[in-house]
């Protein structure tokens, strides 16, 4: 397996060898791995592709409750000396990560999906297999959706 990234550059271009190193392994059949925030529907487009060609799914989704605990989280980063994101772009971005996020469950064979809204650490949240889907209470609100999901109500949100 292939962990899809780049060193060095501008963050657009790094962005953009990731998605054409991962659309160059899609296309020889060769399995990796892509990090994304699911902002944008280009990586659902992959996955819609991927599962097409016989891919097996499997998605570990780290959400919050709160796109403020993600934005404190990114000051913390800068100040240790990471990359920043602007806040008007986390804010616009987020309600699209999340809604990108029920799209990404239901086209994955496999996920595990963790709150990651406390300072104390992540927490499960969701596991689904071949087996169906467990959940793990208490649900946040963020992930809510996933009691339809669970009970076999959940519909393809495309």
């Given at each position: 397996m292939q962990t899809v990234g780049v060193a060095g550059g501008s963050a657009i271009d790094a962005?953009?060898?990731v998605l054409r190193n991962a659309q160059e392994l899609l296309s020889k059949n060769q399995s990796l791995v892509v990090e994304t925030?699911?902002?944008?529907?280009?990586?659902?487009r992959m996955m819609a592709r991927a599962k097409s060609q016989g891919y097996l799914l499997i998605l570990l989704f780290?959400?919050?409750?709160?796109?403020s605990i993600n934005m404190q989280r990114?000051?913390?980063r800068v100040l240790l000396g990471g990359h920043d994101v602007p806040?008007?772009?986390?804010?616009?971005r987020y309600p699209?990560?999340?809604?990108?996020?029920?799209?990404?469950?239901?086209l994955a064979d496999e996920a595990s999906v963790f709150d990651n809204s406390s300072m104390?650490?992540?927490r499960i949240v969701a596991m689904k297999g071949t087996e169906g889907i467990e959940l793990f209470e208490p649900v946040?609100?963020?992930?809510?959706?996933?009691r339809d999901a669970y009970s076999g109500t959940l519909t393809d949100p495309s």
């Open positions: 962005g953009r060898d925030t699911l902002s944008g529907s280009t990586y659902l780290v959400g919050t409750s709160d796109v990114v000051r913390h806040e008007e772009d986390q804010i616009r699209r990560s999340m809604e990108n996020f029920r799209k990404a469950f239901a104390q650490g992540h946040p609100e963020w992930a809510g959706f996933l």
